[in-house]
């Protein structure tokens, strides 16, 4: 009842298929008990447009909920009048360009060092569409210590849940940030903020820098960097669960909403390939590309039949480093390197796997043979696997250890 989307399940007894009948539908369809609140409070609205007036480090905070409502021009808008940097979680990836002057990346436990700071030193945070999940805050505790919040979001339960805003508003993400923008360019003066602005540049050199190749074999930051030099801005990516993920989330830039699938709350390994299937059919005239792990590609990598036998072409980018990554590199950071139930030895061989569909399979071990095999891939009229190894060492960085405040961010 609270009109945050989500999956619905509707059940037909067998019997019932095998019946025939004259549908009649209404042209409003009014279901008992769902009432949600889409506009949101104009007393609540003015309450927060008189605080992000009063701002001077204001910045917002984009999560899957402005995407799930259409609401990314509105979001733009409301941040460049107010010259607020706006970071997101991961499922708000896409609801600003990241290559946007604005744009902070994603905030969190492998967040950018420029959203990680930025946010926490903001007088003024608006959180619209987001659930301040321990994955976005670290310790709630020291979250945005010294800024005064805003949270909108459709679903009431949400709001106070994790961390108890000043400024509560339950309403769709759109109507919400069309009123605040509306409300706010009446009376707002626009500030001079090029000493906040400046600092959030200088953070984001930081990012850009961890990009940079340096040592034997494929480093995952340059890898999906490539990846997004060599597609189209109009491309979908899907990622696993796990160490792919993330290097997914910080280095492979989005531009447009919709256009980066992942699994979130849930955490769903094996999930990115069927997702890639999925969003081919629904978009067959752009490229669709899976960032995955050797762990969570082989719990779905039957579908390949399917992708195969339906000529849905997609590629498959397998990172692989023989173990299940984001565990093994807790069990490195935080338990001496005693390692258990991690090691897939190397298991099985990707490339005769995906011949063995009648997909095509690539093995790269430069960054020039993958970029090869990748052109080959976009120009493919059937499923490509590209296995990518990778040191069974690498760790995903930035990292902010479990517990710990956003500042307390691991680079290496």
Not at 45 to 60: N, S
Not at 243 to 253: D, E, F, G, I, T
Request: aromatic fraction near 6%; proline fraction near 6%.
């Amino acid at each position: 009842s609270t009109g945050r989307r989500g999956p619905v399940l509707i059940d037909l007894p067998r019997d019932t298929q095998l019946e025939e009948a004259e549908m009649n539908f209404d042209e409003k369809i009014e279901l008992r008990g769902y009432k949600p609140t889409y506009d949101p409070h104009p007393l609540q609205v003015e309450k927060a447009v008189q605080l992000l007036i009063q701002a001077e480090r204001p910045v917002i905070v984009a999560g899957g909920g402005v995407i799930a409502s259409n609401a990314c021009s509105e979001l733009i808008a409301l941040a460049e009048t107010l010259l607020a940097p706006v970071a997101t979680t991961l499922m708000g990836k896409g609801a600003i360009p990241e290559d946007h002057p604005l744009s902070l990346g994603m905030l969190g436990m492998h967040g950018t060092v420029a959203a990680n700071y930025i946010v926490q030193d903001a007088d003024v945070l608006l959180a619209v569409g987001m659930r301040f999940s321990d994955r976005s805050t670290g310790n709630i505790r020291a979250f945005c210590p010294n800024g005064k919040i805003i949270h909108v979001d459709i679903d009431s339960s949400e709001i106070g849940k994790n961390i108890k805003p000043h400024i509560p508003i339950v309403a769709d993400a759109k109507k919400a940030l069309q009123a605040i923008h509306s409300h706010l360019i009446e009376k707002f003066k626009r500030k001079e903020r090029s000493t906040w602005l400046s600092r959030v540049q200088e953070l984001k050199k930081i990012h850009e820098e961890m990009i940079k190749s340096e040592g034997d074999g494929i480093k995952p930051p340059a890898l999906m960097a490539e990846i997004r030099r060599l597609l189209p801005n109009d491309a979908i990516v899907t990622t696993e669960v796990g160490q792919n993920q993330m290097w997914a989330a910080l280095y492979l830039k989005t531009y447009k909403p919709r256009t980066f699938i992942s699994s979130g709350g849930l955490g769903t390994m094996g999930f990115g390939f069927p997702a890639a299937i999925g969003a081919k059919v629904a978009c067959p005239n752009v490229p669709v590309v899976d960032i995955a792990g050797d762990g969570s590609f082989i719990m779905t990598e039957q579908d390949l039949a399917s992708s195969v036998a339906w000529k849905i072409p997609v590629i498959v980018v397998v990172l692989n480093n023989s173990v299940l990554g984001m565990v093994a590199q807790w069990q490195r950071l935080f338990y001496r390197r005693r390692y258990s139930a991690v090691d897939l030895k190397g298991i099985p061989d990707f490339v005769k796997l995906a011949e063995a569909y009648g997909a095509q399979g690539f093995r790269a071990q430069s960054i020039e043979e993958f970029r090869a095999a990748f052109k080959e891939a976009l120009n493919s009229d059937v499923t490509t696997v590209i296995d990518v190894p990778i040191s069974s060492e690498e760790n995903v960085m930035p990292m902010v250890p479990p517990g710990n405040s956003l500042k307390d961010i691991m680079l290496s």
